[in-house]
């Protein structure tokens, strides 16, 4: 049973995520829920019209009168401001990282494992930005190196790609610069970092194969030069490792601990 419906997930995540041929960025990843016209992610080029406009067709009309919002906000705001001698370099609108709302405990690793519905260690092979639910983010293709917690919501297998969103992007349109700026990571992660994963709910596509998580919270990576970098509110309880691999090893110590303390079912007499 289980095997069939791995098996039915793999089939539809092969048609799902935007028709995307195998090794290629989906441009379009549609939600698991059909009856919402609106993708979950957009990639910039194709979110864009001729004009430099959100296309209302893959936007939804919330996202885009959020962002005129803010854009005629900020003009306000400049014909306001005193004048500068020096042109500032800053994007005209941002975005701070949104709350992931997941109400799950994940102040220390054993809490983070224990809510975790699957766990993933792999490389990043591209980095993408578009529009996750109309605000600007980056689309992180990870190849599935190791699975310390397997999940059967998820059609990933060990070699194939997830999508993990991530809230860092640039992109020019609606006249100005969007942004999305990350809440703690000084780092950005990039082509060729391994990243952990910890998914700490389902998937939300309906591919079952893209990852939204709390970035500042639930992704540890480790730079191409080896650089380990830790979620700001674990760095001292993990201060300790160097390197991912250790880190892997305490995950799996952490999911051991907690399955043989686990209640086992009663046998039938």
């Not at 441009?27 to 979110?47: E, F, H, L, N, S």
């Not at 959100?54 to 885009?64: E, F, M």
């Amino acid at each position: 049973m289980k095997a069939s419906h791995a098996l039915a997930l793999a089939l539809l995540a092969v048609s799902a995520i935007a028709a995307a041929p195998s090794g290629e960025m989906p441009r379009i990843i549609r939600t698991a829920d059909a009856r919402t016209p609106y993708p979950i992610w957009v990639a910039a080029d194709a979110a864009l019209t001729a004009e430099g406009k959100l296309d209302g067709q893959l936007i939804a009309p919330q996202a885009r009168e959020r962002v005129a919002q803010l854009v005629a906000t900020r003009a306000e705001q400049a014909r306001h401001a005193v004048p500068q001698s020096v042109s500032s370099a800053e994007p005209d609108v941002c975005f701070g990282e949104p709350p992931a709302e997941i109400g799950l405990p994940d102040s220390t690793l054993p809490k983070l494992v224990r809510s975790s519905a699957a766990i993933f260690e792999g490389r990043i092979e591209e980095v993408t930005t578009g529009f996750y639910r109309g605000t600007p983010a980056s689309l992180l293709a990870v190849r599935v190196d190791a699975m310390p917690r397997a999940s059967s919501l998820y059609a990933a297998t060990i070699g194939t790609r997830i999508y993990v969103y991530y809230p860092s992007a640039v992109i020019r349109a609606e006249g100005t610069t969007l942004c999305t700026r990350p809440a703690t990571h000084e780092a950005r992660p990039k082509a060729g970092d391994r990243l952990l994963v910890f998914a700490l709910q389902p998937p939300e596509d309906s591919g079952h194969l893209f990852v939204y998580t709390q970035a500042s919270r639930h992704l540890i990576f480790q730079t191409a030069s080896g650089d380990l970098v830790l979620p700001q509110h674990l760095q001292r309880s993990l201060a300790g490792f160097a390197d991912l691999d250790g880190l892997m090893k305490r995950v799996g110590y952490e999911i051991d601990a907690q399955r043989a303390c686990a209640p086992r079912p009663e046998k039938r007499q």
